[in-house]
C-alpha cells in the first residue's frame, strides 16, 4: 500500500528564514512520483515542486527545493527566505506508476506554516 | 491556457434543491476529477474520470452525480445533500502518468442549509 507521512501538523517560522516540512513515503511502485502543493486560506490548491523517483539531482523551483532521500524514503520541502505569503497549509503527495496507483495521488495529513513578521 | 475553472465560486442550498458543480480544462489533460475537502484535512478523492468515462467512484453517495459531457467538461450535479457534505469542492485534471501532478481549480465552498 502507498503512504505518506508528514508529522508536523504545524509549524511556526520567522519572516526571511528557512523552513523544512517533513515528507516521508512509502510504496512498492520502482516509479512514482512525489509533489508538494500549497493551499492558502483562499482554499485554492497550488502545484509548489515534483520529484521523480528517477531523478538524480534534487528539484528546485525558485525558493522552493526538495530534499530528496530515496533510501530514507524522504521528500522534505525547504522554503528558504520566507514571506508572509508562505502562511498555508502544505501538502505532501504521491503518485504511483502501476495500474490504479497511476490515477490517484496519495495525500499527507499535510503541515499548517505560519510565518511571523 | 494552464487554468481549470470551477463554477461557482460560493453555492448555498437547501437539503431539497438540485445544484450543479461544473468544471473545465483546456489543456488536452485526458483525466478529471472531483475532491472533497474538509477544513485542515487533505483532499478525499471522489470520481475520477479517464478519457471521458468513469474510471473510479470512491463508494461515494448517489446525491452525488457526476457527469463528463467531453473531454474539457466536468460536472458534478448534487440533490438532496446533507448538511454534513458542506465542504470545499475541488475540480483537478492531469496527464496520464506518476510524472504529473494535478491542475486544481479554486473549488466551490458548498454549504448545505
Known amino acids: 500500500a502507498q503512504k505518506i507521512t508528514q508529522t508536523q501538523p504545524g509549524m511556526f517560522v520567522q519572516e526571511k528564514e528557512a523552513v523544512t516540512l517533513d515528507c516521508t513515503y512509502d510504496?512498492?511502485?520502482?516509479?512514482?512520483?512525489l509533489f508538494w502543493y500549497k493551499q492558502p486560506s483562499s482554499g485554492e490548491m497550488i502545484f509548489l515542486i515534483y520529484?521523480?523517483?528517477?531523478d538524480q539531482q534534487n528539484a528546485t523551483e525558485g525558493r522552493y527545493s526538495l530534499n530528496f532521500q530515496k533510501a530514507r524514503k524522504s521528500a522534505n520541502l525547504v522554503i528558504s527566505a520566507s514571506q508572509l505569503g508562505d502562511s498555508a497549509m502544505y501538502f505532501c503527495?504521491?503518485?504511483?506508476?502501476?495500474?490504479?496507483?497511476?490515477?490517484?495521488?496519495?495525500w499527507g495529513l499535510g503541515t499548517s506554516l505560519a510565518v511571523n513578521p | 491556457d494552464t487554468e481549470v475553472t470551477q463554477t461557482p465560486k460560493h453555492l448555498v442550498m437547501g437539503m431539497t434543491n438540485k445544484k450543479s458543480l461544473k468544471c473545465e480544462q483546456h489543456?488536452?489533460?485526458?483525466?478529471m476529477y472531483w475532491y472533497k475537502q474538509k477544513a485542515k484535512k487533505p483532499p478525499e478523492l471522489m470520481f475520477v474520470?479517464?478519457?471521458?468515462?468513469?474510471?473510479i467512484n470512491e463508494s461515494v453517495p448517489s446525491r452525488f452525480s457526476p457527469e463528463c459531457p467531453n473531454s474539457s467538461l466536468l460536472n458534478l450535479h448534487l440533490h438532496a445533500l446533507q448538511p454534513e457534505d458542506s465542504a470545499l469542492y475541488l475540480c483537478?485534471?492531469?496527464?496520464?502518468?506518476?510524472?504529473?501532478?494535478?491542475?486544481f481549480g479554486s473549488g466551490t465552498r458548498l454549504t448545505v442549509v
Open positions: 483537478a485534471s492531469s496527464q496520464q502518468g506518476p510524472n504529473y501532478g494535478y491542475t
Open positions: 489543456m488536452g489533460h485526458r483525466a
Open positions: 474520470y479517464s478519457y471521458e468515462k468513469l474510471s
Open positions: 510504496t512498492s511502485d520502482p516509479s512514482y512520483g
Open positions: 520529484q521523480g523517483s528517477y
Open positions: 503527495a504521491m503518485r504511483g506508476a502501476r495500474a490504479g496507483n497511476n490515477r490517484k495521488l496519495i
